[in-house]
């Protein structure tokens, strides 16, 4: 992928998060929402290192995932809207959508339980010998989470086809992961499962693509995880409602100067032919995603009596 087709992936994701909020405050989505903006480079670049068939599993903070994998727009949207959607039909909404159609094994609300289920997937493919790779997200503060280290020391021992991607957004929710660990990097960790840690640039996705491609590669040869620390920061709240007070004054007006999408912008302005071209990314993705609003706002919503459809308890 070349800089404009980066932008418009990334764009995409932006715009559908944006437009997303906009719809939670006009109350046509129940429940919390989780948006990624700002860390967009993360999904981007790293599913350019991807191919059909690798499996991702995401955090409730997802939704770029679900994008750069080839979910359908308007499904998503039906989806959060509570709508009888093609993904989940309105029973998931906004944290726990999934796409099995798009490898997409989806997202859970438990921090950092992401991470067993995709050795669940990485430990399928490395039985059934389909060359697949398991990549699954977590953010900073799941790297503190049990769960994880259980599942981190489970795939170092059986060598599974896992590449852990740490999304060091620098807050665990409303609190400084800097005030909670002694390690500079969380990468640094990886020594102690026997499995490479790299600590990139998160608001890079050429930078994300290339430290996920070795781990993929890796990981595709039978020699292991792999742990990548993307580093990057949000521009909203940890959910729809948060504040934000606890973030320090000018901190999020300086981490939009380093955003990806501001950065991109900021390497074109002396191109006019070049912003001229971003200029109409923005309006077709704009596009784009009010298509898929109306969609979305078509699908039906779902029939009360399949309600204890799907319940296996």
Not at 27 to 56: F, K, M, T, W, Y
Not at 219 to 242: K, N, Q
Request: aromatic share 4%.
């Amino acid at each position: 992928m070349g800089l404009p087709d980066d932008y418009r992936a990334m764009a995409r994701i932006r715009r559908f998060e944006e437009r997303l909020a906009a719809l939670k405050d006009a109350g046509e989505i129940p429940g919390s929402i989780h948006l990624c903006n700002g860390q967009e480079a993360i999904p981007v670049g790293a599913s350019r290192a991807l191919r059909d068939g690798d499996h991702v599993t995401a955090t409730y903070r997802g939704h770029g995932w679900a994008i750069a994998r080839g979910v359908d727009l308007a499904a998503l949207y039906a989806e959060m809207m509570g709508r009888d959607s093609a993904l989940c039909g309105g029973r998931a909404a906004s944290p726990y959508l999934s796409d099995p159609a798009r490898w997409f094994v989806g997202e859970n609300s438990i921090v950092g339980a992401g991470v067993p289920i995709a050795c669940g997937a990485a430990l399928s493919a490395q039985r059934t010998g389909s060359g697949a790779v398991s990549v699954v997200s977590i953010g900073d503060g799941a790297m503190n989470q049990g769960n994880v280290h259980e599942a981190l020391n489970m795939a170092a021992v059986l060598d599974l086809p896992l590449v852990l991607v740490v999304e060091n957004n620098v807050y665990s929710e409303m609190s400084r992961i800097s005030d909670m660990v002694r390690v500079r990097q969380l990468a640094e960790r990886a020594p102690a499962y026997g499995v490479p840690g790299h600590t990139v640039d998160g608001n890079d996705p050429d930078a994300v693509y290339e430290a996920v491609a070795e781990a993929v590669d890796r990981a595709r040869e039978g020699s292991g995880p792999s742990i990548v620390e993307a580093m990057t920061e949000r521009l909203v709240g940890h959910y729809s409602g948060d504040a934000q007070h606890y973030r320090p004054a000018g901190e999020i007006a300086a981490a939009r100067l380093r955003e990806p999408l501001a950065r991109v912008r900021a390497a074109a302005a002396a191109d006019a032919e070049l912003t001229a071209r971003l200029d109409a990314i923005d309006a077709e993705v704009t596009a784009e995603i009010e298509a898929a609003v109306t969609a979305a706002r078509a699908v039906p919503t779902p029939d009360p009596a399949t309600a204890k459809e799907h319940v296996y308890v």
